[in-house]
């Protein structure tokens, strides 16, 4: 049985960092790509970053490139979503998703963690 695990979020000022991680188990994920969503209340469900579990292509939403670093390490089945220079806009319950190819459509992901929040205060 798959599943992934988030840990990581929390309260922040803006301007300020927070690493998120989700830790997968269940399976081997060769071939799969992890993402990140993100939804805020009365909001959809948006893409946030994504990587392959194995090689180095990732993929990233315009509003958090150059701020949002996504990695991953093998050995540890785990994922992170590295958060800098964050802003109130993006508050929101993040999610880790996996599934067999990339998309920012969330409906392409196969599994999916319980979420953690991030708030960013101004």
């Known amino acids: 049985q798959v599943q992934l695990v988030e840990s990581g979020g929390g309260l922040v000022q803006a301007g300020g960092s927070l690493r998120l991680s989700c830790a997968a188990s269940g399976r081997t994920f060769n071939g799969y790509w992890m993402a990140w969503f993100r939804q805020a209340p009365g909001k959809e469900r948006q893409f946030v970053a994504a990587?392959?579990?194995?090689?180095?292509?990732?993929a990233y939403a315009e509003s958090v490139k150059g701020r949002f670093t996504i990695s991953r390490d093998n050995a540890k089945n785990t994922g992170y979503l590295q958060m800098n220079s964050l802003k109130p806009e993006d508050t929101a319950l993040y999610y880790c998703?996996?599934?067999?190819?990339?998309?920012?459509?969330?409906?392409?992901?196969?599994?999916w963690g319980q979420g953690t929040q991030v708030t960013v205060s101004s």
């Open positions: 998703a996996t599934g067999l190819k990339m998309s920012v459509d969330y409906s392409a992901y196969d599994y």
């Open positions: 990587i392959r579990w194995s090689g180095s292509s990732t």
